[in-house]
């Protein structure tokens, strides 16, 4: 039989928490604060009562907070010491997504920016 | 689940003589690893979506087409399977057959709403001609949220065998360990929904 002791130095899987934040309660601490979230994001895009112009920036604070609480209560991930590698995947792995995310939209917003409008181009072999 | 009295043991131990960490902490961190090199795939998705999401050749817009009541009824489905499939894999560390199979087939059947949900919603726009090869940013959208689909229909296939090998083998440690694999994949798709339904549903303009 494989042995089953934890030790910090060893760490251990993400999802079980030696400590005891895998039980039932995590998971329905987990829904309570996902469904509130959730609730919110569907609300601040259809209400007129949130400055339209703030309502994409509002979006995104509320997935990232409902993330956190997936990666936090149903995942299982902390920044505990015997997590360490678990965490550092995960902070590499948030890294490499923003790289290719706003690295691809900035650049193709400068090649649109740099690009020859289709009028332009028109008008210049006329 | 851990022995108390060997962890404390071989936690006083020096760093260099601990040994090899256990297969469930192994296999953990590498299926850990691989779910991120998912979401990156995911990433460069999202990337592309971002990009060509206002190319959309003179066809339909995403106001147009999205239907909010459609979308939050499929997030609350993906929700709800995710914690039933956290009770599942409570169940599994307990080794409670019964349990497990009443919120591992709960999980089943959400998830199977949801493909069902999406499939719907695909066949409604190809009908009205707002498929994949109508413009760009349907090409986009098609790719990332097809992609997503694909993954649930991939982790439904993957729930199934599990429960076949739970039958069969029960609850065997290698058998744990896949079940808890399968746990974690399911919680990460919902996390890559969750920018799904901010990004091109609700941001949809």
Not at chain 1, 81 to 107: E, K, R
Request: aromatic share 12%; with cysteine.
């Amino acid at each position: 039989m494989e042995s089953q002791s934890q030790s910090p130095a060893q760490g251990h899987e993400p999802g079980v928490d030696p400590g005891g934040s895998h039980n039932a309660r995590s998971y329905i601490v987990g829904l309570a604060f996902a469904l509130i979230l959730t609730g919110a994001s569907f609300w601040a895009a259809s209400t007129s009562f949130v400055y339209a112009p703030a309502v994409p920036v509002l979006l995104g604070v509320l997935a990232i907070a409902q993330m956190g609480i997936h990666v936090a209560f149903f995942l299982h991930i902390s920044s505990a010491p015997d997590q360490a590698n678990n965490f550092l995947a995960l902070i590499f792995g948030i890294f490499v997504t923003c790289l290719v995310v706003f690295g691809s939209m900035a650049i193709m917003a400068n090649l649109n920016h740099a690009m020859v409008s289709m009028d332009q181009l028109m008008q210049m072999q006329r | 689940m851990s022995a108390v009295g060997e962890s404390v043991q071989i936690g006083s131990l020096p760093l260099s003589q601990q040994g090899p960490a256990p297969t469930r902490v192994v296999a953990g961190f590498g299926f850990w690893l691989f779910l991120l090199s998912d979401i990156i795939l995911f990433a460069a998705l999202f990337a592309t979506y971002a990009v060509l999401s206002d190319a959309s050749a003179g066809g339909p817009i995403g106001t147009e087409l999205f239907d909010k009541r459609h979308v939050f009824l499929e997030t609350l489905c993906l929700l709800a399977s995710s914690v039933t499939c956290g009770f599942g894999n409570l169940a599994v560390l307990r080794t409670d057959k019964r349990a497990m199979y009443r919120w591992m087939l709960a999980t089943f059947v959400l998830g199977a709403i949801f493909l069902a949900m999406e499939a719907s919603e695909f066949a409604d726009m190809v009908s009205a001609g707002a498929g994949p090869s109508r413009s760009a940013f349907l090409s986009a959208f098609f790719a990332l949220v097809g992609t997503h689909g694909l993954h649930v229909s991939l982790g439904l296939a993957w729930l199934l065998i599990m429960l076949l090998q739970v039958a069969t083998l029960g609850f065997a440690p290698m058998v744990a360990r896949r079940f808890f694999c399968f746990g974690l994949f399911w919680h990460a798709l919902d996390i890559v929904w969750i920018g799904v339904f901010t990004i091109v549903y609700l941001g949809a303009h």
